[in-house]
Structures are given as C-alpha cells and as structure tokens.
C-alpha cells in the first residue's frame, strides 16, 4: 500500500506536470508498470480517508484533494468515465477510438450470458466477445459452457463472429488443477473423463464454427489456454504472450487437442523437417520439454501462432484490433478442413523412444518424464497405425483421452499435480 507521504506528494506536484489526473495515472501505469496509477489508488483507499489522515498527522492538503472530498478523481457517468479536473469540472476520459476493453463493455450495458466462470458480451458490430473471469482465467467446464454457448448464439443468430478476450493479466493460465485432483482423489473418474470430453467438444465447436473465432492472448497463455489459441481461426497476440503446452510438467499430455494441431500446422505450416517422423518428432520436442515461448514473436518461431496471425504492441489496443480481425475473417468465411494424418505408427514410437532413453541414460529425464513421454509418443506416432493408413482428427483425439486416462490414474503424476498447486513449481520425480 502507498504510504500518505507519496500519496500528498502526487497529489502536490500535479500542477506542475499535467491538467488531466488521467492522464498520470496512464503514465504510471505504462511508464512504471504499475497496476494501478497514484489516483486510482487514492479513489480505492478513500479520498475522505487521506484527507482525514493527513489533517490528524498535521500535513496540509493539497488543493485538488480537497476538490475532491466527498466523491473521487475517476467517475463512470452515463456509462463513460471520466475523471477531475483542477477546475472542479469533470471531463470525459478522450481515448484514442482504436481502444477498446471489456471494462467499456460493462459501463454500456449487460452480459448477453453469465455464469461464476465467464461472460459473453456484445463487443458491437456483430461480434460477440467471451471473456473467462475464473481463477487465473482457468478453463474449468463453466468456462467451457459459456464458449459452446457462444458459438450457438453465433450460429443461431445474426452474429459476424466470436472474439476470445479478457482485461485480465493472462488470458488463460491451463485447466483448473485444482478441480482435476479433486476429482481424481473421490475417484470420480467418470466425472474426469466427462471434463476431458467436454473440452475436446468445446474446442472443437469453437475449430468447426460458422462463424471465425479470434482470440486475443496476453500474458500466461498455457495448457488449455494454448489450446484454445490452437483451434481459433486466427490470434491476435499481444506482443508479452507467455504461449505453451506445459502440461507434461504436471504430469499429463495436453488433451484437448493439443497433440492434434501441433501435429497438423507443424506439417501444413513448414515448421517441420520433410517426411513422416518430420512434425511427429518436432511435436514431440515442443510438448515433451514443455516449450514456452518468451514473446509472441517466439511463439510464432515455434509453431503455437502461425505467421498469419498477429502481433499488437500496445496492450490497450489488443481487443480492438482483434475485433478488426474477427470482422476482416467474417467475410465470405468458411470453416476450416479437418485435419488428416499418415502416421509412423510403432516403428516411429520406437525412433522417439530411443531418443528418450538416451536423456534418461545422460541424467537430463527422470523415470516419470520416460513414462510421460511414452504416452506422448503413443499419441503422436498414431498408436497402432502405418504410414498407408489414414487418421482422423477424432482418431488422434481418442489417442489423448486414453493417454490421460492412464496417466491421471499414475501416482507420480498426482505427485506432480499436487506439488504444482502447493508450491507453484514443477516436480522432477
């Protein structure tokens, strides 16, 4: 908490620098990375209190705290804030009209659909925006309803489109953890396998819509949450997006079709060598080390975003130019063509097992991360297939769910769960 000496002190020196409290609270925010600028703070601890507060420890108050006694520098009116002025007036907040946040949304009106997990709003011109406000923004079945919800309404009425976004620090940390293990330690496995279905019909919908489906990621976007930018038609990513599929640090592979479109746009995209073990085994490095890429431009290098798909700077303009590109996509839209794969099969589960046991041998895989990645690698070389055969998408999709089946039933992976929640880290067991 800021102490009542930097409070006046922000307070005093406002003359000298600027009319527009706004306008230093948006410097603050930017230029020092604050989450909130210095009259945002004193509009939360109470503008009465600091006035009180100063006048009891005998400091004089400022002039403009005093024009603001009874109320507060940031006020919403008529559904647009505004903010205090030395004057006594109050201004409308003037922004850049390439702004836009789900914050300007809940000023003008009403969530179309609500429920503990996430909201579908009306974003204006025809796009529906779904914003996630779990825990962290994680995907938990909740979640899950309000995306399948919003593609119905897309496709049922006249929608241009389905916008993914939030104001949140992250745009999805993964699955709820938390809920899984509670699942797994009543032995409700029916339940857990009903949660791994659903996210695959989910993401699925959200793949197979009438409509295109933008997401707009930002800060951690992990696990589920990368399998979420994998099935959008196109990403508009801000440029600090943490993108991966880490799933394999708490023991599991990604289930919701994660192994499928890593398989399918390392091949389509030229991110993998020529051949049939070309995108099996860049899939297999990419998931089985749990790569993260530091930036979105990395994740482009690596293959989580495609180089169609792109990057904003400034993070306050994220939302609006990815409802840009919901609405460049609407036009003549059609869905995309599923995936088909010609997998290696068991000679290709062996080459990726060789190369497993030579990190075991050298120290770098612990005897968990060998039994992680051979159900990696029985999803990603097929199963039991050969190259002439023909795979489905739904076909790669039964090979995950049977895969975490296995490994959600595996002490060493709820070792691994259970470690990650309690501590924040991964566990090398």
């Not at 091949?267 to 899939?283: D, E, F, I, L, R």
């Amino acid at each position: 908490m800021p102490s009542i000496r930097a409070e006046r002190g922000n307070v005093e020196v406002f003359d000298e620098v600027t009319d527009s409290v706004a306008d230093v609270d948006l410097a603050m925010r930017i230029g020092y990375n604050w989450k909130k600028g210095p009259f945002e703070m004193i509009d939360q601890l109470g503008v009465d209190w600091l006035i009180t507060a100063l006048e009891e420890s005998g400091r004089e108050v400022p002039p403009l705290l005093l024009l603001a006694k009874g109320s507060t520098f940031h006020e919403v009116i008529n559904g647009e804030p505004n903010y205090l002025v030395s004057s006594g007036d109050r201004v409308v907040l003037d922004r850049p009209p390439e702004t836009l946040s789900v914050a300007d949304l809940k000023r003008r009106g009403s969530p179309l659909e609500k429920n503990p997990s996430a909201s579908i709003w009306d974003a204006g011109d025809g796009v529906l925006l779904v914003e996630y406000h779990s825990k962290m923004n994680a995907m938990d079945p909740m979640s899950m309803e309000m995306l399948l919800s919003a593609v119905d309404l897309a496709e049922t009425e006249d929608w241009k489109g389905i916008l993914i976004a939030n104001d949140g620090q992250n745009f999805c940390a993964g699955a709820n953890l938390g809920l899984a293990l509670f699942a797994v330690n009543l032995g409700a496995w029916k339940e857990l396998e009903q949660f791994i279905a659903l996210g695959q019909e989910t993401y699925s919908a959200l793949k197979y819509a009438e409509v295109p489906v933008v997401s707009a990621s930002t800060g951690m976007c992990l696990g589920g949450g990368c399998e979420v930018l994998l099935h959008s038609d196109a990403v508009q990513a801000h440029s600090e997006s943490y993108i991966g599929l880490v799933e394999v640090g708490v023991g599991i592979i990604p289930a919701w079709g994660g192994c499928k479109e890593m398989l399918g746009r390392l091949a389509q995209n030229g991110y993998a060598a020529g051949g049939p073990m070309g995108p099996v085994t860049s899939a297999f490095e990419t998931i089985g080390l749990a790569k993260v890429a530091k930036s979105a431009q990395q994740a482009q290098d690596i293959g989580y975003l495609t180089h169609n798909d792109r990057i904003t700077m400034n993070r306050s303009r994220l939302i609006n130019d990815a409802k840009q590109l919901v609405l460049e996509l609407s036009i003549d839209y059609e869905p995309p063509t599923p995936h088909v794969f010609h997998l290696p099969g068991r000679t290709g589960k062996a080459a990726l097992a060789l190369a497993v046991a030579d990190l075991r041998r050298s120290g770098r895989a612990t005897p968990h991360d060998v039994i992680v990645s051979d159900a990696l690698a029985e999803i990603l070389s097929g199963g039991d297939t050969d190259m002439v055969d023909i795979l489905t998408e739904e076909d790669v999709l039964e090979l995950e769910r049977e895969a975490i089946g296995r490994l959600a039933r595996n002490e060493d992976s709820l070792e691994r769960m259970e470690h990650m929640l309690v501590t924040g880290k991964p566990l090398r067991n």
